[in-house]
């Protein structure tokens, strides 16, 4: 990983545990070049990269600011973060259905670049909302990287445990989007009729280093599910 790529990320973080806001504004670059003891073209691609993303916008003559106004209760299409902490203002639930360390599938095999003879956890649960069911989740985790999961792991948030209790740094995620209608097995998990529709997104999480960790299937309940997208002009 790059050195600009690295700093965009500490950046989002120190916007993410001061709990900034949208219109907030954030040090001026001379205090970044200090802090990361960069140049200044270094900081200018990482915020570039950071306004890619939706995080930051920047006003010339003005400064950087949060961008960050989003409505309540919408699920970030774009966020390799885990969707939970998009619900911050919402009971967010799990039910675990199965955890197991087992062999991964072909499919799981070729997205995490991994062999069919090496191990994985698979976690299937049900994910709520307020009491409601929110989506049916079946997720591979390398087991070679997520060296150990657990019951209460898997019932709070994997992603706050992956980064706090392993250390480990999420990087980004490529994410497939399918619409399609609802076999009879996801319909009895999110208490639906079969043959209504769904949502049912795909998504590859890799670490900074590229390292591909989790390959998950979820399927939303279309009663309950709200997204956005933040797009630039550019």
Request: hydrophobic content about 35%; proline content about 2%; aromatic content about 12%.
């Amino acid at each position: 990983m790059l050195k600009y790529q690295q700093i965009a990320i500490e950046i989002e973080k120190y916007i993410e545990e001061n709990e900034l806001q949208q219109g907030d504004k954030l040090p001026v670059l001379e205090t970044f070049m200090a802090q990361f003891e960069v140049s200044k073209s270094t900081i200018t691609k990482s915020l570039d990269l950071l306004e890619r993303k939706g995080v930051v916008f920047q006003v010339r003559g003005s400064g950087i600011f949060v961008r960050r106004h989003r409505r309540k209760g919408y699920i970030s299409l774009l966020s390799n973060q885990g969707f939970k902490k998009d619900l911050d203002d919402f009971n967010v639930t799990s039910e675990v259905i199965e955890l197991e360390v087992r062999k991964p599938t072909e499919e799981a095999a070729v997205n995490l670049n991994i062999e069919q003879s090496d191990d994985v956890y698979y976690v299937k649960r049900i994910r709520n909302i307020n009491g409601q069911t929110l989506c049916l989740e079946e997720s591979f985790y390398n087991k070679s990287i997520i060296t150990y999961l657990n019951n209460e792991i898997v019932s709070e948030s994997i992603f706050h445990y992956i980064r706090e209790g392993l250390g480990l740094k999420v990087g980004f995620s490529d994410m497939y989007l399918q619409v399609d209608q609802l076999n009879a097995e996801e319909a009895k998990y999110l208490q639906l009729e079969p043959g209504l529709p769904k949502l049912c997104v795909e998504s590859i999480f890799h670490l900074t280093n590229g390292q591909p960790f989790d390959f998950s299937k979820v399927t939303y309940n279309y009663q309950q599910s709200q997204f956005f997208i933040q797009a630039n002009s550019y």
